[in-house]
């Protein structure tokens, strides 16, 4: 915009204002709360806490295993994460470089399957776990490899998506070049497209991590209890007298840590590959 | 030029994409597309959970799995009816305010302005938070005793008499909606800002020069042009927003307040929780093609008007 009136200013700051505050009020909350001993947060609301003290922190880790859970949490969406960016490389290389019979049909058939609501195949996809196990001694139900099996087909079509706009973007000079001297396909993939796709690349991983992190419907039915990820772990702060809302608000801001500072620190790529892909 | 080069690309390597392909589509097979096959053939089933270990000893039903679902006269039939408005209410509430907030989020900070990096950074947070973090939070801030929302809304602001309750019974509706939008809205701000990227200055300079203002150039200009990804950004909200199970299963718990019963919650509440998967699997297929339905008429709409535009 060019030069904008004051009434545009005025309306920008108070709408970007009251959306900052929407934005941030549960973060404060968890801040708030994480501080407080048991008593205060079991009394009526106070901003600002009336005692700080820093024991929920340390209780977090006693009142529920939360390190086996922050690790199972790690090794699933990392291994999800790593798995899913391989798969969707290659495939986009396919769908981005070549014209072949059935392109439409497979990227018509995986972006579809975003639309299954995953309440369809979480029992199918659980009784067939069971039963590779039962019949090969694999056991899928109840590892973490079979969630994160589960969680890279999450966050793969979208990826495939946005990774097929972000390779488009790049000339095809670029490969083409590679493929005159001599350079295999897959050569001119590893070499030339990929480190061109840096970006596109990252906004992928980090929108994988940030799905197979936040998951909770599958990771409730498909773990045991050696298993437990994060997202059903959270629940153990809740016994039948009482809920520990301080450990609670604590343990919250310590598993947002770690996504959270990925995030804002990749989020620039993230729009880009937005811009490139999802865009289009 | 290009079109003769790829020719020359093509005919020695033509199982090459297929085999780049294979890794994704054996994995879509066997996660999403054989589950979905299996789930049909169980919504066929007599299946309760003493055929867990095998299911396929089920007896056949037929169609009795169905008819026990569609058959609103009675109690399965009539709640499953009932959680199916409550979704489409929640979804057009929560995809229009969602949509809403976020395209006003995305004009306004078009421009650059002092603070404007910081305040992008605060609008993802909630799109960043892991959702049971979020959402337990605001579960918490929901509490009628000990609750933000209470607090705020009864002691600073007195603007209830009595506290009310906000995970049980109807305000859960509300509850919910507030929740889903929360965590929506950022996706569509960062969407439709990238959008926005796309539109070049010049449009904007020749349209001050021919003396429109900054509110028109917003109408005619900003708006206008996002039209393209607000096709694909509502389709995408919708679908997870109706599909949605994270934000309702962990405010609520396993059974939802009545008036904010989602389809996937109801559905998982009678698999798992009353042991009823054959009827489970029924109602799934029907939600299944409820969106295809619904999705192939909206591309089909959204196709035909792109073409006459």
Same mark, same amino acid.
């Given at each position: 915009?060019?030069?904008?009136?004051?009434?545009?200013?005025?309306?920008?700051?108070?709408?970007?204002?009251?959306?900052?505050?929407?934005?941030?009020?549960?973060?404060?909350?968890?801040?708030?709360?994480?501080?407080?001993?048991?008593?205060?947060?079991?009394?009526?609301?106070?901003?600002?806490?009336?005692?700080?003290?820093?024991?929920? %922190?340390?209780?977090?880790?006693? &009142?529920?295993?939360?390190?086996?859970?922050?690790?199972?949490?790690?090794?699933?969406?990392?291994?999800?994460?790593?798995?899913?960016?391989?798969?969707?490389?290659?495939?986009?290389?396919?769908?981005?470089?070549?014209?072949?019979?059935?392109?439409?049909?497979? &990227?018509? &058939?995986?972006? @579809?399957?975003?639309?299954?609501?995953?309440?369809?195949?979480?029992?199918? $996809?659980?009784?067939?776990?069971?039963?590779?196990?039962?019949?090969?001694?694999?056991?899928? %139900?109840? @590892?973490?490899?079979?969630?994160?099996?589960?969680?890279?087909?999450?966050?793969?079509?979208?990826?495939?998506?946005?990774?097929?706009? %972000?390779?488009?973007?790049?000339?095809?000079? $670029?490969?083409?070049?590679?493929?005159?001297?001599?350079?295999?396909? $897959?050569?001119?993939?590893?070499?030339?497209?990929?480190?061109?796709?840096?970006?596109?690349?990252?906004?992928?991983?980090? %929108?994988?991590?940030?799905?197979?992190?936040?998951?909770?419907?599958?990771?409730?039915?498909?773990?045991?209890?050696?298993?437990?990820?994060?997202?059903?772990?959270?629940?153990?702060?809740?016994?039948?007298?009482?809920?520990?809302?301080?450990?609670?608000?604590?343990?919250?801001?310590?598993?947002?840590?770690?996504?959270?500072?990925?995030?804002?620190?990749?989020?620039?790529?993230?729009?880009?590959?937005?811009?490139?892909?999802?865009?289009? | 030029?290009?079109?003769?080069?790829?020719?020359?690309?093509?005919?020695?390597?033509?199982?090459?994409?297929?085999?780049?392909?294979?890794?994704?589509?054996?994995?879509?097979?066997?996660?999403?597309? =054989?589950?979905?096959?299996?789930?049909?053939?169980?919504?066929?089933?007599?299946?309760?959970?003493?055929?867990?270990?095998?299911?396929?000893?089920?007896?056949?039903?037929?169609?009795?799995?169905?008819?026990?679902?569609?058959?609103?006269?009675?109690?399965?039939?009539?709640?499953?009816?009932?959680?199916?408005?409550?979704?489409?209410?929640?979804?057009?509430?929560?995809?229009?305010?969602?949509?809403?907030?976020?395209?006003?989020?995305?004009?306004?900070?078009?421009?650059?302005?002092?603070?404007?990096?910081?305040?992008?950074?605060?609008?993802?947070?909630?799109?960043?938070?892991?959702?049971?973090?979020?959402?337990?939070?605001?579960?918490?801030?929901?509490?009628?005793?000990?609750?933000?929302?209470?607090?705020?809304?009864?002691?600073?602001?007195?603007?209830?008499?009595?506290?009310?309750?906000?995970?049980?019974?109807?305000?859960?509706?509300?509850?919910?909606?507030?929740?889903?939008?929360?965590?929506?809205?950022?996706?569509?701000?960062?969407?439709?800002?990238?959008?926005?990227?796309?539109?070049?200055?010049?449009?904007?300079?020749?349209?001050?020069?021919?003396?429109?203002?900054?509110?028109?150039?917003?109408?005619?200009?900003? !708006?206008?042009?996002?039209?393209?990804?607000?096709?694909?950004?509502?389709?995408? !909200?919708?679908?997870?927003?109706?599909?949605?199970?994270?934000?309702?299963?962990?405010?609520?718990?396993?059974?939802?307040?009545?008036?904010?019963?989602?389809?996937?919650?109801?559905?998982?509440?009678?698999?798992?929780?009353?042991?009823?998967?054959?009827?489970?699997?029924?109602?799934?297929?029907?939600?299944?093609?409820?969106?295809?339905?619904?999705?192939?008429?909206?591309? =089909?709409?959204?196709?035909?008007?792109?073409?006459?535009?």
């Amino acid at each position: 915009m060019i030069n904008p009136p004051a009434s545009f200013r005025w309306t920008r700051r108070i709408v970007l204002g009251a959306l900052a505050v929407f934005a941030l009020v549960p973060v404060l909350v968890m801040l708030s709360s994480s501080l407080k001993p048991l008593r205060d947060v079991q009394g009526p609301f106070r901003w600002i806490p009336s005692t700080v003290t820093l024991r929920p %922190y340390l209780d977090i880790w006693r &009142t529920v295993p939360l390190g086996r859970y922050l690790v199972n949490s790690l090794i699933v969406a990392g291994g999800a994460t790593v798995c899913s960016v391989l798969v969707a490389i290659l495939a986009a290389y396919a769908v981005s470089r070549y014209r072949f019979r059935g392109r439409r049909f497979f &990227t018509v &058939t995986v972006l @579809s399957t975003q639309m299954f609501p995953g309440i369809l195949f979480l029992l199918p $996809l659980f009784l067939i776990f069971v039963n590779v196990g039962n019949a090969t001694g694999v056991a899928l %139900y109840g @590892s973490r490899g079979g969630l994160i099996l589960t969680y890279l087909t999450f966050s793969l079509p979208f990826s495939i998506w946005m990774l097929v706009g %972000y390779f488009d973007s790049i000339p095809r000079d $670029l490969d083409e070049a590679a493929l005159v001297d001599g350079c295999g396909p $897959l050569q001119a993939l590893v070499r030339i497209i990929v480190p061109a796709a840096v970006p596109g690349i990252v906004a992928v991983a980090v %929108y994988a991590f940030m799905t197979a992190w936040g998951e909770v419907l599958f990771a409730s039915v498909l773990t045991d209890d050696e298993t437990r990820t994060l997202a059903v772990g959270l629940q153990g702060y809740a016994t039948l007298n009482d809920v520990y809302w301080n450990q609670v608000m604590a343990a919250s801001l310590v598993v947002s840590v770690p996504v959270v500072a990925g995030f804002l620190l990749l989020q620039r790529y993230l729009v880009a590959g937005l811009t490139a892909g999802a865009v289009k | 030029m290009i079109r003769t080069r790829l020719a020359r690309l093509r005919p020695p390597r033509t199982a090459l994409p297929y085999l780049l392909l294979l890794p994704a589509l054996l994995l879509e097979l066997a996660v999403h597309l =054989l589950p979905m096959v299996v789930g049909a053939v169980m919504s066929l089933k007599r299946l309760t959970q003493f055929f867990i270990r095998d299911w396929s000893a089920a007896p056949w039903a037929g169609l009795a799995n169905y008819r026990t679902a569609v058959d609103f006269h009675a109690p399965v039939g009539r709640a499953l009816l009932h959680s199916f408005w409550v979704t489409c209410a929640f979804t057009v509430l929560a995809v229009g305010l969602s949509w809403l907030i976020g395209t006003a989020a995305a004009v306004l900070t078009q421009d650059s302005f002092r603070g404007r990096g910081l305040l992008r950074a605060l609008f993802l947070l909630p799109y960043a938070l892991p959702v049971y973090a979020a959402v337990i939070t605001w579960s918490f801030m929901f509490q009628r005793d000990t609750g933000l929302i209470n607090h705020v809304l009864h002691d600073q602001l007195h603007l209830v008499d009595d506290k009310p309750f906000w995970l049980i019974g109807d305000n859960s509706f509300t509850a919910l909606v507030t929740v889903s939008v929360w965590r929506s809205w950022p996706f569509a701000f960062l969407t439709l800002t990238a959008g926005l990227q796309n539109i070049p200055r010049e449009l904007y300079e020749a349209a001050a020069l021919d003396g429109a203002g900054t509110w028109q150039q917003i109408r005619r200009i900003t !708006l206008p042009s996002l039209r393209p990804v607000n096709l694909v950004l509502v389709l995408v !909200l919708f679908l997870w927003t109706f599909n949605d199970f994270n934000t309702p299963y962990v405010l609520f718990g396993r059974s939802a307040p009545e008036a904010a019963d989602l389809v996937s919650v109801h559905i998982y509440q009678s698999s798992f929780v009353t042991w009823n998967f054959g009827a489970g699997s029924a109602m799934s297929v029907l939600l299944l093609l409820f969106l295809l339905l619904v999705t192939s008429g909206y591309l =089909l709409l959204t196709s035909r008007r792109k073409d006459a535009a």
